[in-house]
């Protein structure tokens, strides 16, 4: 007679057989190539090797790897699941643009919504276009032109640079300066935390509660039993109250504003949450915040860091610095006190450091792969056959991941030299072709593109045409040549960006 443990050891190990069955084998095939899995249930050995090269800085290395050994399109198991990764663009455009509606966010950002509540980015559906109707506003062409805002925040980059010394490590600088300038940009608050002299204790506190919210996102998809031994769910919602609290205080101030008709008249362009207001005319704080915090955790760091590996691809690369300032010389008058003539219009003019930004995008991004989850059986336009070109079936619960990185370095598209840095690639014309073709995605595509992609990339070329015009060269002071990757939720440069800023 066996003992209740025993029998629902037994029946849990009976439940997980059937579930590996019904998930594995059950698909039609054809199939697209498995990695060689030696625990084929949890797919342990992938997960282990996957975080094994991360730790390393090695991450994007080890995927296209696996892209090279295996195909573009293999599928490996996490906890029973069937994952499906690719590196084809037309699987790409099929999930994002063709077939966007059998593919969601929901399910995998699900452990977020205690914080974030419901919006851009943690829903679907019609949840999702509602929210995404609403950021308009901040993305329209008289808002992306305002370049004067995010000079503020840069001026002060520079006097801190100045008090360095210029030796500095520039990512930590570029990250404290986006915070401040989406804090500004969304909330009208100016905290000023580059200069270390923010006397807004609650933006501090704001900040610091947003990283441990995060913290706690990640923690949340550990098993419980783990949770609870770390101690991890006693203190569980104290870091989200304390973060919504900072975006109610500011909701509040908006919805004061918006009855008593105050015009904002400190910053260059309306705060998005006084646009929010006014455009929704709803006065549910809850809503409002959500709205809020769903946009200012993608914004966050997502441009300090893009702005952080354009410069350390410069510091590596002085010709191409020397021709970025030359051209921006030629089209501004030459001196740091051309800063009135960089207009939106002249930064699009700047052809050279334009290609200079999306060659470094085509690279290294902050964002190297997408999730997806399937949400109703689908057949990719590619994975199966010999070469991978086949349609390959996708059921109802797996999911898909996209890596960008690996497609922006495919020398089928991009040629032999496709994992080296140079900008000149942009000038020629079978380049545009490429980017037509979904072989070129930063900021992904389809209807959930990023919106801040033209905003971001004008004020990119704006500050690197600003640098061109402040320093003669910037010098790479780093020992490591080559980038070493440190992942998050996004990546970022594990040595940061170590250079000497020459006058
Ligand atoms: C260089 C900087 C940036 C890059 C490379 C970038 C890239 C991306 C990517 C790849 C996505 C798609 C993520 C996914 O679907 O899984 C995304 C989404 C998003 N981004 Fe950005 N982003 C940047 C800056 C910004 C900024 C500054 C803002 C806001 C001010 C912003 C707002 C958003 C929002 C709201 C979404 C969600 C869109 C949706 O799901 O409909 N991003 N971004």
């Not at 699900?110 to 609403?134: C, H, N, Q, Y």
């Amino acid at each position: 007679m066996l003992d209740p443990f025993t029998c629902a050891a037994l029946a849990a190990i009976i439940l997980l057989g059937l579930l590996y069955i019904s998930t594995w084998h059950r698909s039609a095939p054809p199939r697209c190539p498995r990695y060689p899995h030696t625990d084929p249930i949890f797919g342990s050995d992938f997960q282990k090797k996957t975080q094994a090269a991360t730790a390393q800085g090695q991450r994007q290395a080890w995927f296209r790897a696996n892209f090279h050994s295996l195909g573009r399109t293999f599928e490996v198991k996490q906890w029973g699941k069937r994952i499906i990764h690719t590196c084809d663009p037309a699987n790409a455009q099929f999930i994002l643009y063709t077939q966007f509606e059998r593919f969601g966010l929901g399910p995998s950002r699900r452990p977020s919504r205690p914080w974030l509540g419901e919006g851009i980015f943690t829903m679907d559906g019609e949840v999702w276009r509602k929210a995404r109707e609403l950021v308009k506003p901040i993305f329209l062409k008289e808002q992306i032109a305002d370049l004067a805002r995010l000079e503020r925040h840069l001026a002060r980059l520079f006097g801190e640079l100045d008090k360095a010394g210029h030796v500095v490590d520039l990512q930590p600088l570029f990250l404290r300066m986006y915070l401040d300038y989406s804090i500004d940009l969304l909330f009208g608050d100016d905290v000023n935390t580059i200069s270390g002299e923010s006397a807004k204790i609650d933006a501090d506190v704001f900040i610091d509660a947003c990283d441990q919210s995060l913290l706690q996102v990640v923690r949340s998809q550990t098993p419980w039993p783990l949770r609870w031994y770390y101690g991890w769910t006693k203190t569980w919602n104290q870091p989200f109250h304390l973060s919504q609290a900072f975006v109610d205080r500011h909701v509040d101030t908006a919805l004061q504003t918006a009855q008593n008709k105050v015009p904002n008249t400190e910053t260059s362009s309306p705060a998005f949450i006084d646009q929010l207001v006014q455009h929704t005319r709803s006065p549910d704080r809850l809503y409002l915040r959500n709205q809020m915090l769903n946009i200012f955790f993608p914004a966050r760091d997502a441009a300090g860091i893009a702005i952080s590996l354009i410069i350390f691809f410069l510091a590596r690369n002085p010709a191409v610095y020397t021709r970025v300032r030359t051209e921006v010389q030629q089209h501004t008058g030459g001196s740091s006190k051309s800063v009135d003539t960089l207009t939106y219009n002249a930064v699009k003019r700047l052809t050279y450091t334009n290609a200079v930004v999306n060659e470094t995008l085509r690279l290294y991004g902050p964002t190297g792969h997408m999730h997806r989850d399937v949400l109703a059986d689908t057949t990719l336009p590619h994975g199966s056959g010999a070469d991978g070109s086949q349609p390959l079936f996708v059921r109802k619960g797996s999911a898909v991941v996209i890596h960008m990185h690996a497609i922006q370095r495919d020398a089928a598209a991009w040629g032999s030299d496709a994992n080296v840095f140079r900008p000149e690639r942009w000038l020629e014309a079978s380049t545009a072709a490429q980017r037509r073709a979904w072989e070129y995605l930063p900021f992904s595509g389809g209807p959930r593109v990023c919106p801040g992609q033209a905003m971001m990339l004008a004020q990119l070329v704006y500050i690197v045409a600003r640098f061109a015009l402040t320093y003669s060269e910037i010098r790479n002071v780093d020992v490591e040549e080559e980038l070493v990757e440190e992942h998050r939720i996004l990546m970022k440069i594990r040595n940061g960006v170590q250079v000497r800023l020459v006058e």
